[in-house]
């Protein structure tokens, strides 16, 4: 069988695993948006589940490959120069998915706009739609000021999709003269590196937010800890660099030579903030444990000793960190092994949002209240229900055919390289 | 509104007959009252109120609606006779119609659990799920049941726990819209129509109190669901029709208890004051020094659930 073969089947048993994936959750959407919250297995106290988890999984993963291409824009950091655009594409669809996973999550979907028409802004929450808000606005302008270019080039070759390409640059058309050429790209990289500037902030500030909206909330002592917002950060830069590496080292988006150094560059990324996050953890755990008295006790122990051991054990330190590390340091030169490694990383941290969403409120206010009441939705317990899933499994699916399509179609790898933003 | 009001007013006349019987039959088990009723006595006034509940029935006044609310509450504070001595759901009700003339940001609802007399019986649960038509995964004051000690020396206790409608709520600052806030009398109120269904405020209380709408049916998966499940629920003082698969509120929203303030408003008290058996509820407003609330906040057996929250539960135990 030759490799060609090989890589035919491949990618037709993706195709397969895709569709399957795909129409398993359109029949979950449609369940959604038909029968409401009928299907999920949360309740009334365990409001939170799968879909909160994948949130702030997805808004992390958003708010990493954010940060990573602010070291092209802001930083100048030229050895990423060439994955700029993909970190910030990546940034943008995974912040779609965020929230798409969150807005199914909402009781009234169509009330969302309240958040904007009568905000309160003691409320964290209000605070980060509206952050997000600016966000969304700051990634479009400066994935447009990046590729305006090269869209305005791929719509003057014509063929179906000019007047999409036409449409994306909104218009925009190049100078032809060399002169002109070069000072718009100046201008491009100039207003590059000011929305970079404005938006490092932002991304931080929203994303500890993001930390911050549960650490706030006092009555769930294992969420009330000043700890959780750099828990945060830290966890989406490296989850977001994870997914990067994976994209640069997995997908033939660059040269080989370029990639190496790319490669080089973000695994010691990944490695540094690997280890960081795994003593936030430690600090995390440890604290509240030692001496075996105190309010976060029981949930510290469901997390690592419960019925759900693995999820912490298996899948995030294990398969999360373990693997990853070893495979990072062990084995840096060889292509598929990082981009294992990366994928990990990023793959295994939604069991960290799990554990961070769920465990907190296991635990009954009161002691007795689990048996006050007998009612299936008023109980104690939470293993996410495949409609659930279902939902998740569409939001995944769908950003994946985003992500392909983006790839495939769009000027997210600079057509000429004096085009790179930095 | 109409229609919602005659039928509040209804209640309230139907509520002030059946007082007086229910006047006498708690007197006759009452050890504060001091002495038995004679139970000839208490049959012939029972028949009394029964037969004038009946003849009332038969010549509803249709314009009970058109007398102003606080005009109605001085009329029936006004009663000619006083509430027996003793009988302190009749107490309580006239401690609340004495508040109700007062302007809304005067009164300070509260209420007070005695911990001792509560027999468990899950009463108050059970009127409160009648009185507001609360669907599956939603309750607003269940029991919860401790067991104390050892056999032989083994106790149960039961702690009713309703929304503590606190004064420092965690709930109210975390609702991105603001569907949420605590109104001038004290009782934390939600806005059905404002509510966006996040749940980020039941994950603040500290009380599990808070609970969502899940647009479910107890009948749901038997051959029907029974009209009573249908019927609309008053709360806040306007009517709210839920519907199988219909996404309107309070569907898709956080709930709570309310202290009933659709009742209260109307001279009535709430759902489990009026139901608990051995009268371990009381309720009232804590701004009139009169008020049986106010007597009883002054004990020494007095507690408030997780007080090191700083959360200043309006809701006090008698422990």
């Known amino acids: 069988m030759t490799t060609a073969m090989v890589r035919g089947r491949a990618r037709h048993a993706v195709a397969a695993v895709w569709a399957v994936l795909f129409l398993w959750g359109l029949v979950g959407v449609v369940q959604r948006l038909t029968a409401g919250h009928a299907y999920t297995a949360y309740g009334s106290y365990v409001p939170w589940g799968l879909w909160v988890s994948a949130y702030i999984y997805f808004i992390g993963l958003s708010a990493g490959a954010f940060l990573l291409s602010s070291l092209v824009y802001v930083f100048r950091l030229k050895d990423l120069q060439r994955v700029g655009r993909v970190a910030l594409f990546v940034a943008a669809l995974t912040l779609g998915m965020a929230l798409v996973s969150i807005w199914f999550d909402l009781g009234h979907m169509a009330r969302f706009y309240e958040v904007f028409t009568r905000p309160n802004f003691k409320s964290l929450m209000a605070w980060m739609v509206w952050l997000y808000t600016a966000y969304v606005c700051l990634i479009l302008a400066e994935l447009w000021f990046e590729t305006r270019c090269d869209l305005d080039t791929f719509a003057r070759r014509g063929g179906p999709l000019a007047p999409v390409y036409r449409a994306l640059a909104l218009g925009w058309r190049c100078p032809e003269s060399p002169e002109a050429l070069a000072a718009c790209h100046a201008q491009s990289r100039r207003w590059l590196r000011v929305l970079g500037s404005i938006g490092v902030p932002l991304a931080v500030t929203f994303h500890g937010g993001v930390g911050a909206l549960f650490a706030t909330v006092a009555a769930r002592p294992y969420w009330h800890s000043a700890l959780y917002p750099i828990f945060f950060l830290t966890g989406a830069l490296l989850s977001g660099g994870g997914l990067l590496l994976a994209v640069v080292a997995g997908l033939d988006i660059v040269s080989e030579e370029e990639r190496a150094r790319i490669v080089r560059r973000l695994t010691r990324f990944v490695v540094g903030l690997l280890l960081f996050d795994l003593v936030l953890e430690w600090s995390e755990f440890s604290i509240p444990l030692w001496y075996g008295v105190g309010e976060e006790l029981d949930v510290l122990k469901t997390v690592l000793f419960g019925p759900y051991w693995w999820v912490f054990w298996i899948v995030h330190l294990l398969m999360g960190a373990g693997v990853p590390l070893w495979l990072l340091l062990r084995r840096p030169g060889d292509r598929r092994a990082v981009a294992w490694a990366g994928g990990l990383v990023a793959l295994t941290y939604m069991a960290v949002r799990l554990n961070l969403v769920i465990p907190a409120q296991l635990e009954p206010a009161l002691r007795g209240l689990e048996r006050a009441f007998v009612d299936a939705r008023l109980v104690f317990h939470y293993v996410p229900s495949l409609h659930e899933w279902s939902v998740v499994a569409f939001i995944v699916s769908t950003g994946a055919a985003v992500f392909y399509l983006g790839m495939r179609f769009l000027p997210l790898v600079p057509v000429r390289a004096e085009e790179g933003g930095a | ?319």
């Open chain 2, 1 to 319: 509104m109409r229609t919602l009001d005659d039928a509040q007013a209804r209640a309230v006349r139907a509520e002030e007959s059946m007082g007086t019987a229910m006047v006498q039959g708690e007197e006759g088990v009452r050890a504060e009252a001091g002495a038995l009723t004679d139970r000839r006595e208490f049959v012939k006034e029972l028949l009394a109120a029964t037969g004038g509940l009946a003849a009332w029935m038969a010549l509803r006044p249709e314009d009970a609606a058109a007398v102003p609310r606080a005009a109605r509450a001085a009329d029936l504070l006004d009663r000619p006779e006083p509430y027996p001595e003793g009988n302190l759901l009749e107490r309580m009700r006239a401690d609340l119609l004495r508040a109700l003339q007062k302007p809304v940001h005067e009164r300070k609802w509260v209420m007070v659990i005695d911990l001792r007399k509560c027999i468990g019986c899950k009463a108050c649960t059970v009127s409160c799920i009648a009185e507001n038509n609360l669907p599956p995964g939603v309750v607003y004051r269940p029991v919860v049941e401790e067991e104390i000690g050892e056999f032989p020396h083994v106790r149960r206790r039961f702690i009713p726990r309703p929304c503590m409608q606190c004064d420092n709520p965690p709930c109210v600052p975390v609702c991105p819209v603001g569907a949420t806030w605590k109104r001038a009398d004290g009782i934390v109120e939600i806005d059905y129509e404002a509510c966006i269904g996040c749940r980020y405020c039941i994950t603040a209380c500290p009380y599990n109190a808070r609970t969502f709408d899940f647009g479910e049916f107890y009948g749901e998966g038997t051959p029907e669901v029974m009209d009573y499940e249908r019927r609309p629920a008053f709360e806040y003082g306007k009517k709210w029709q839920r519907a199988p698969g219909r996404d309107g509120s309070p569907v898709g929203n956080a709930r709570k208890c309310h202290f009933c303030l659709h009742r209260i408003e109307n001279g009535m008290l709430p759902a489990c004051v009026t139901t608990c058996l051995g009268t371990a509820t009381y309720f009232g407003d804590y701004n009139d020094p009169e008020s049986l609330v106010h007597q009883l906040v002054g004990s020494t057996r007095l507690m408030r659930l997780k007080e090191e929250l700083g959360t200043e539960p309006n809701v006090y135990y008698l422990v």
